[in-house]
DNA sequence: GTTCTAAATGACAAGCTTGTCAATTTCTTC
DNA sequence: GAAGAAATTGACAAGCTTGTCATTTAGAAC
């Protein structure tokens, strides 16, 4: 408590700002040097004064994660790897829950952004796929990263996983178990514009590649929640001849699928087969667990925290695009059609 | 961008520290005044340097929340609650995963809080109930909020909810449905100390209340975690004779138990009742959907991230105890037993 | 060994707010 | 309306680090 950089540059017999350099991992310090101030930070216990450092540097060591506490489920292992990511940095994440209509996030998002002065932010979808958000982050000039952007994908660095492969994997290993009536059950159409919508067509992909028929009706839209899975299945299963299979854009609206088939009596996988996509912690806590599409989500947190974190100090980041793997995971939530 | 306190006060007539004492809400400050010098905030369009408050003020304007990923689940709700309130207070609230041996934590925790400056930290299970961490908190004069402290709950402030008699609750609706032969799956045994057990505790109440008999073999201990729960309830149902309902001290474990008898070909709740804790977002999602004692997570957030930030700027806070309502909530998962 | 170049180091100011304490204004009371 | 008390306001220093730029030291080339 009191200790400051002057402590440790008297201790190691040099100037603060050769202690200051050491800190910031700076070049133009010999070794025996840095071993010197090293030891002398460490005996003293140095902790560097965050206020002074931010005020000196106009850095604030945070990163910011913005994110729909409706879809929390997917995005607690992004936070996760993030985390982790800043903390070996010493950087810290703040993920903030936003709220209320869609027109007011960017001012939301803006507030926050100058007042604690993020040096990076995360942007997960729907966020990334809001191209306000985009342009309020690129006049803002704070380096950001987009996972798994569709709309404009090239605008800013991002990562991202092949979703129309995934969706592709999913429904062929639908395919091969024998279904042929398979219904696709998607996120929310856009508001605004008309995004890509990779998952969907993947699946259009597989089925064609099959030459199986994919009528209007088989293709429904939700929101990406659990509620919305089971509304949207409701719809599907109530129909006079159901689908044998349905494979959800994402592992809450799956689960919202088991869920609607049980309170109607159907077994999952005997009467209908589903896959969901993503492979988040209720994929594998429902029964039957779900075969679903792993998104390596720690990792995408990891890489989008890690481009951040190399972007600074200086806070330029190349609109660099990192795409990382899928798998199928198979479970018990898919089976041959009953004959 | 470049908008000072000195460009506020210039142009509302007063002094940098009127403009200061505006900022902070301090007394003191005529109300003609205090408007004028809002208006000139805002027609400047005025972001404070958060850097140079942290370093004249030392504080950070930042609360952290530890919390260890396995249970992400049972914090998400909290984490939510608490990031609101810290945004209507222009805190930022970072959450931090913490990994490794648990001797290893209170170290990690030091590291973040020191290097952070922390102006507050809410405790979660299981870290609410490591002494070694109040202990180091209380060295380290940060304000704590402990959520639902068992061992020694005095010390600090805390929030929490009654345990015990959540699980009296949730035992008793099963005992009214005509269950006696209930089994308890808890959550670990402390590993030093024997912190108090209130959710074992309140079931025990129960069952003696009822005069039903609790054999050893009936009370099992889990990890608070899904598969923890998968295991246990393979044991309490692979046994000849099985019991007919099963309490468990969380959603995540209770979710567990159901996946195990699902796999055993049980129905749930034909076959076994299953009741859960927290009403966590998993026991919405499972099917069929839990039974629970709802603790209202986002609130309990909410109050920590609030007691704390009523102890600003001083950091004094008072070990006010402060106690939040449970409810049980019907859902799916529990019956009368098979005559 | 000298000269030139590159690397390493240091001196010092700047950054913006809050705390302290003094000065001024307003209010109260008689 | 005078005196004293209370409320309001202001002047100025302090806080610790990094950026800038100058200086010193080490290294390279001949």
Redesign the pocket.
Known sequence: M?????D??ARA?????????V??A?????D???ERVRAAMTELD????A???R?????SLLIGLFFRPQLASYITGIQLGAARQCRDRDYLLAAEPIEGRDADVPAMIERTVRRAHLDGVILVPPQSNDLDIVDLLERLQVPFVRVSPTAEPDRGASVFVDDRRGAVEATRHLIELGHRDIAFLGGPLASKGSAPRPRRDGFLDAMAEAGLPVPGSRIIYGEFTFSSGQRCADTLLGARARPTAIVAANDAMAAGVLSAAARRGLKVPDDLSVTGFDDAEIARVVSPALTTIRQPLEQIGAAAADMLLAAQ?SGKLDPIRRRLDIELVVRESTAPPRP
Chains 1, 2 share one sequence.
């Open positions: 009191g200790v400051t950089i002057h440790v540059a017999g040099v100037s603060i700002k050769t202690v200051s350099r800190m910031n700076e070049p133009n310090v010999r025996a040097v840095r140095y902790i560097p004064n206020g002074a450092r005020m000196a540097s106009a850095r100090p």
